[in-house]
T-cell receptor
Framework: EAGVVQSPRYKIIEKKQPVAFWCNPI?????LYWYLQNLGQGPELLIR????????DSQLPKDRFSAERLKGVDSTLKIQPAELGDSAVYLC???????????FGPGTRLTVL | AQSVSQHNHHVILSEAASLELGCNYS??????LFWYVQYPGQHLQLLLK??????LVKGIKGFEAEFIKSKFSFNLRKPSVQWSDTAEYFC??????????FGAGTRLFVKA
């Protein structure tokens, strides 16, 4: 079974530039999560999708972050414009069960210069 | 607010030593509990989970964890660590539906 796929794995941009991350969840997983992980910390939820609906985006900084999951499968997370403080690892995870077990992708490490 | 606390940020052990990593959470309702592990250069993966029943759960690679409801704790243990256990360990608590909160993680380094 293929795992959660993310791209790119690494991204270096200058501040004020836009950036986008892509995630393909495990086939059949209706729930998709985007997390932010800063160095030395655990993952923090940015947004959760149930199929194509964003059901929890309370922690997403909506002035510069946006996300979509148009067909209920792949998802894209965008930052525009990026700030120095956005440097972090962006994780995507998916789940099929209400009990909360999640399967994580490798993450995208973003560096904003 | 709900939170998960992992008491040790860094742990250094020699091979064959016993391991116990602490995890406490603040939530009064029913919870599902998880330990995830991230080996160097790899993605987060599930180590073990507790939903109900026997509070002592066993996971992969000889790890186990004990849920003590009265202490709001879910500590991870392994009787004898190996060099290959060097990794970062995250405790996570699901408080209902799909809401999961992660601890800050504990970095374990095992000396060969």
């Amino acid at each position: 079974e293929a795992g959660v796929v993310q791209s790119p794995r690494y991204k270096i941009i200058e501040k004020k530039q836009p950036v986008a991350f892509w995630c393909n969840p495990i086939s059949g997983h209706n729930t998709l999560y985007w997390y932010l992980q800063n160095l030395g910390q655990g993952p923090e939820l940015l947004i959760r999708y149930e199929n194509e609906e964003a059901v929890d985006d309370s922690q997403l900084p909506k002035d510069r972050f946006s996300a979509e999951r148009l067909k209920g499968v792949d998802s894209t997370l965008k930052i525009q414009p990026a700030e120095l403080g956005d440097s972090a690892v962006y994780l995507c995870a998916s789940s099929s069960q209400l009990d909360g077990e999640q399967f994580f992708g490798p993450g995208t490490r973003l560096t904003v210069l | 607010a709900q939170s998960v606390s992992q008491h040790n940020h860094h742990v250094i052990l020699s091979e064959a030593a016993s391991l116990e990593l602490g995890c406490n959470y603040s939530y009064g309702g029913t919870v599902n509990l998880f330990w995830y592990v991230q080996y160097p250069g790899q993605h987060l993966q599930l180590l073990l989970k507790y939903f109900s029943g026997d509070p002592l759960v066993k996971g992969i690679k000889g790890f186990e964890a004990e849920f003590i409801k009265s202490k709001f704790s879910f500590n991870l243990r392994k009787p004898s660590v190996q060099w290959s256990d060097t990794a970062e360990y995250f405790c996570a608590v699901n408080t209902g539906g799909f809401k999961t909160i992660f601890g800050a993680g504990t970095r374990l380094f095992v000396k060969a």
